[in-house]
Protein backbone atom coordinates (compact mmCIF):
# COMPACT_ATOMS: atom_id res chain seq x y z
CA UNK A 1 0.00 0.00 0.00
CA UNK A 2 2.97 2.12 0.73
CA UNK A 3 4.42 3.26 -2.98
CA UNK A 4 8.27 3.83 -1.05
CA UNK A 5 8.21 0.48 -0.04
CA UNK A 6 6.93 -0.95 -3.10
CA UNK A 7 9.79 -3.01 -4.13
CA UNK A 8 10.11 -4.93 -0.85
CA UNK A 9 7.97 -8.78 -0.36
CA UNK A 10 6.07 -9.26 2.77
CA UNK A 11 8.96 -11.17 5.31
CA UNK A 12 11.16 -7.81 4.43
CA UNK A 13 8.00 -5.62 5.17
CA UNK A 14 7.86 -7.16 8.19
CA UNK A 15 11.94 -6.84 9.69
CA UNK A 16 11.58 -3.11 8.03
CA UNK A 17 8.34 -2.30 10.37
CA UNK A 18 10.68 -3.55 13.68
CA UNK A 19 12.18 -0.01 12.37
CA UNK A 20 9.38 2.09 12.43
CA UNK A 21 6.67 3.49 15.21
CA UNK A 22 3.01 3.48 14.71
CA UNK A 23 1.69 6.64 15.81
CA UNK A 24 -2.11 7.84 15.56
CA UNK A 25 -3.54 11.55 15.14
CA UNK A 26 -7.14 13.22 15.31
CA UNK A 27 -8.02 15.05 12.59
CA UNK A 28 -6.53 18.92 12.59
CA UNK A 29 -3.76 17.47 14.77
CA UNK A 30 -0.13 18.50 13.84
CA UNK A 31 2.09 16.17 13.24
CA UNK A 32 5.25 18.85 12.14
CA UNK A 33 6.06 22.24 12.30
CA UNK A 34 7.69 24.36 10.58
CA UNK A 35 11.31 25.27 11.84
CA UNK A 36 11.52 22.51 13.78
CA UNK A 37 14.03 20.17 14.15
CA UNK A 38 13.92 17.35 11.44
CA UNK A 39 14.26 13.82 12.76
CA UNK A 40 11.82 11.37 11.10
CA UNK A 41 9.59 11.06 7.85
CA UNK A 42 6.21 9.84 8.05
CA UNK A 43 4.10 6.91 5.23
CA UNK A 44 0.93 7.56 5.58
CA UNK A 45 -0.90 3.99 6.05
CA UNK A 46 -4.16 5.53 6.75
CA UNK A 47 -5.77 8.83 6.39
CA UNK A 48 -4.62 11.85 4.89
CA UNK A 49 -2.78 14.94 5.95
CA UNK A 50 -1.82 18.47 4.24
CA UNK A 51 2.00 20.07 4.20
CA UNK A 52 1.09 23.66 4.63
CA UNK A 53 2.91 27.15 5.50
CA UNK A 54 1.10 30.22 6.79
CA UNK A 55 1.90 33.68 4.27
CA UNK A 56 0.86 36.51 5.89
CA UNK A 57 -1.08 35.02 8.31
CA UNK A 58 -3.23 32.63 5.53
CA UNK A 59 -2.34 28.98 4.90
CA UNK A 60 -1.37 28.34 1.61
CA UNK A 61 -1.42 24.39 0.93
CA UNK A 62 1.83 22.91 -0.42
CA UNK A 63 0.39 19.25 -1.01
CA UNK A 64 -2.18 16.57 0.06
CA UNK A 65 -1.03 13.13 0.85
CA UNK A 66 -3.19 10.26 1.45
CA UNK A 67 -2.50 6.81 1.94
CA UNK A 68 0.59 5.36 0.56
CA UNK A 69 2.50 8.70 0.39
CA UNK A 70 5.33 10.23 2.22
CA UNK A 71 6.75 13.27 3.86
CA UNK A 72 9.77 14.71 5.70
CA UNK A 73 12.27 12.23 3.37
CA UNK A 74 14.60 15.41 3.51
CA UNK A 75 14.33 15.66 7.30
CA UNK A 76 15.41 11.95 7.83
CA UNK A 77 18.39 12.22 5.50
CA UNK A 78 19.83 15.59 6.58
CA UNK A 79 17.86 16.14 10.29
CA UNK A 80 17.02 19.93 8.82
CA UNK A 81 14.44 22.44 10.17
CA UNK A 82 10.73 21.26 8.91
CA UNK A 83 9.93 23.44 5.88
CA UNK A 84 6.48 22.95 6.33
CA UNK A 85 3.77 22.16 9.04
CA UNK A 86 1.93 19.02 8.64
CA UNK A 87 -1.39 18.56 9.43
CA UNK A 88 -3.90 15.58 9.77
CA UNK A 89 -6.71 16.49 7.70
CA UNK A 90 -8.73 13.06 9.18
CA UNK A 91 -7.89 11.02 11.41
CA UNK A 92 -4.58 9.42 10.43
CA UNK A 93 -2.10 6.16 11.36
CA UNK A 94 1.11 7.30 10.08
CA UNK A 95 4.48 5.39 10.30
CA UNK A 96 7.15 6.62 11.16
CA UNK A 97 11.42 5.98 10.65
CA UNK A 98 13.68 8.18 12.92
CA UNK A 99 16.78 9.18 11.68
CA UNK A 100 18.64 7.07 14.56
CA UNK A 101 17.02 3.73 13.36
CA UNK A 102 17.44 4.34 9.86
CA UNK A 103 21.04 4.63 10.71
CA UNK A 104 20.38 1.47 12.75
CA UNK A 105 18.66 -0.39 9.86
CA UNK A 106 21.81 0.48 7.78
CA UNK A 107 24.26 -1.25 10.22
CA UNK A 108 21.99 -4.68 11.43
CA UNK A 109 20.37 -5.02 7.90
CA UNK A 110 21.59 -3.07 4.52
CA UNK A 111 20.07 -5.77 2.52
CA UNK A 112 16.57 -4.33 4.15
CA UNK A 113 17.98 -0.83 3.83
CA UNK A 114 18.87 -0.79 -0.28
CA UNK A 115 15.02 -1.28 -1.35
CA UNK A 116 14.38 1.31 1.03
CA UNK A 117 16.56 3.74 -0.32
CA UNK A 118 15.73 3.19 -4.22
CA UNK A 119 12.14 3.99 -3.09
CA UNK A 120 13.00 6.93 -0.95
CA UNK A 121 15.06 8.05 -4.47
CA UNK A 122 12.38 7.51 -6.55
CA UNK A 123 9.92 9.04 -4.38
CA UNK A 124 12.39 12.34 -4.32
CA UNK A 125 13.28 12.22 -8.32
CA UNK A 126 9.65 12.75 -8.82
CA UNK A 127 8.81 15.12 -6.35
CA UNK A 128 12.07 17.52 -7.90
CA UNK A 129 10.51 17.00 -11.25
CA UNK A 130 7.07 17.97 -10.75
CA UNK A 131 8.97 21.16 -8.44
CA UNK A 132 10.75 22.13 -11.95
CA UNK A 133 7.75 21.71 -13.83
CA UNK A 134 5.77 24.42 -11.20
CA UNK A 135 8.63 26.47 -11.55
CA UNK A 136 8.81 26.50 -15.43
CA UNK A 137 5.26 27.02 -15.65
CA UNK A 138 5.44 30.23 -13.00
CA UNK A 139 8.62 31.38 -15.34
CA UNK A 140 6.34 31.68 -18.38
CA UNK A 141 2.94 32.40 -16.75
CA UNK A 142 5.27 36.07 -15.23
CA UNK A 143 6.49 36.64 -18.65
CA UNK A 144 3.78 36.04 -20.21
CA UNK A 145 1.94 38.85 -17.59
CA UNK A 146 4.90 41.23 -18.29
CA UNK A 147 4.39 41.18 -22.34
CA UNK A 148 0.82 42.23 -21.86
Known amino acids: ?7 MDERQLASFLEYMEVLKFLPNATVCTKGAQGD ?4 VLEGEVRARVLI ?9 LGEGECFGELAVIDESPRSADVVSNA ?8 AAA ?5 QEAPALAAPFLLGLSR ?5 IRHLTKRFED ?6 TAQGQ
Do not use: N, P, Q, Y
Not at 1 to 7: D, Q, S, V
Not at 56 to 64: C, K, N, V, W
Not at 123 to 127: D, N
Not at 138 to 143: I, L, M, N, T, Y
Open 40 to 43: AMFL
Open 91 to 98: ESVLLKIS
Open 102 to 106: LKTLF
Open 56 to 64: DGRESTLAT
Open 138 to 143: SVHFSR
Open 1 to 7: RIKILAE
Open 123 to 127: TLAGR
